[in-house]
């Protein structure tokens, strides 16, 4: 009996309290949940960004045509010649205008537009859905929507200037327009998936708010200025995020447009890097592109996060 009562009595001395096994079991079965997945996404990583990058790297030290192994080492001519050729220089102001239409055009016309459809009210679903169709829809097919309605001769666009009596024009061959012709186009692309994030936002805001607000006399502009951007400003700055990396990476809507004509006044860094880096079989060339736009989208990413969204 007292044999019992001793191991008894060390069992319970010795047993472990019950807040500390559920707290083991919880961290081993997380760390089995990380072995479990993260092999995997660290292999498709590695295969897919992580030796890619680094080829391209490589390649960027190099005369080389995509043939065989690379052997004309030039170290960093290609960059020299990147950074001389008056078609990159028009590519990264092509994208600074882009980034800035979107900014000061884009993104506030889908807040002012998110605002009037946020309220769960008849038919502000049927709105909702006839401006994020242009997002749905494919790049190429936007963009070849758009040639059509930009041609000089059979386009909508020349129908309209018919009949008002003015001779066509044919916008996307004119060098000084095309560019702004294509922002046109961005604009109502992009626009619906912003909208459509604002009001995710929008939607989150608790009511009462809005109705204290008008009870003491707050203006539209008051409440607008004091509640909705404050409590809005997480999604106004992911949706800034987009809009810019998004600019910075423009290509499939070009391609169809103008492929970066007329002579190269429509080149983003893309375009720019398909042009004259895989068209012309200058692949060295070509990775150099590549690397100077993963450094700059790299670079904004994580110094905008780290200083905009750190607390999102």
């Known amino acids: 009996m007292a044999t019992s009562v001793t191991g008894g009595t060390a069992k319970a001395v010795f047993q472990a309290p019950s807040w500390l096994r559920a707290s083991s079991t919880s961290i081993g079965g997380s760390t089995a949940i990380v072995l479990l997945f993260l092999p995997p996404a660290l292999f498709l990583f590695t295969l897919f960004v992580a030796l890619p990058m680094g080829e391209a790297a490589w390649y960027s030290f190099y005369n080389w045509n995509g043939y065989g192994a690379p052997t004309d080492f030039v170290g960093w001519r290609n960059f020299e010649l990147l950074f001389a050729n008056r078609a990159f220089r028009i590519a990264l102001t092509n994208n600074l205008l882009i980034i800035v239409v979107s900014l000061a055009i884009q993104l506030p016309l889908a807040l002012g537009m998110a605002i009037l459809l946020a309220d769960r009210v008849r038919g502000t679903a049927t709105f909702r859905l006839i401006f994020f169709l242009p997002y749905i829809l494919a790049e190429i097919a936007a963009g070849l929507i758009w040639r059509f309605v930009y041609d000089g001769e059979y386009g909508l666009f020349a129908k309209l200037l018919g009949l008002f009596g003015a001779d066509p024009i044919h916008i996307l061959a004119e060098p000084d327009i095309a560019i702004y012709a294509i922002m046109v186009v961005v604009i109502w692309k992009y626009f619906g998936f912003h909208m459509m994030l604002y009001i995710a936002g929008l939607q989150q805001i608790d009511r009462s708010l809005y109705e204290a607000a008008h009870i003491d006399g707050a203006t539209g502009w008051q409440i607008f200025r004091r509640i909705t951007v404050p409590l809005l400003g997480s999604t106004i700055r992911l949706s800034v995020f987009f809009a810019i990396l998004g600019s910075i990476q423009l290509f499939d809507l070009i391609m169809p447009l103008t492929k970066g ?20 079989t200058r692949i060295g060339f070509g990775s150099a592109v590549g690397v100077v736009l993963f ?12 200083v905009l969204m750190r607390h999102d």
């Open 261 to 280: 004509g007329p002579s190269d006044s429509t080149q983003t860094m893309v375009t720019y890097l398909y042009t004259y880096g895989v068209t012309r």
């Open 295 to 306: 450094l700059i989208c790299v670079v904004f990413a994580f110094g905008y996060k780290r």
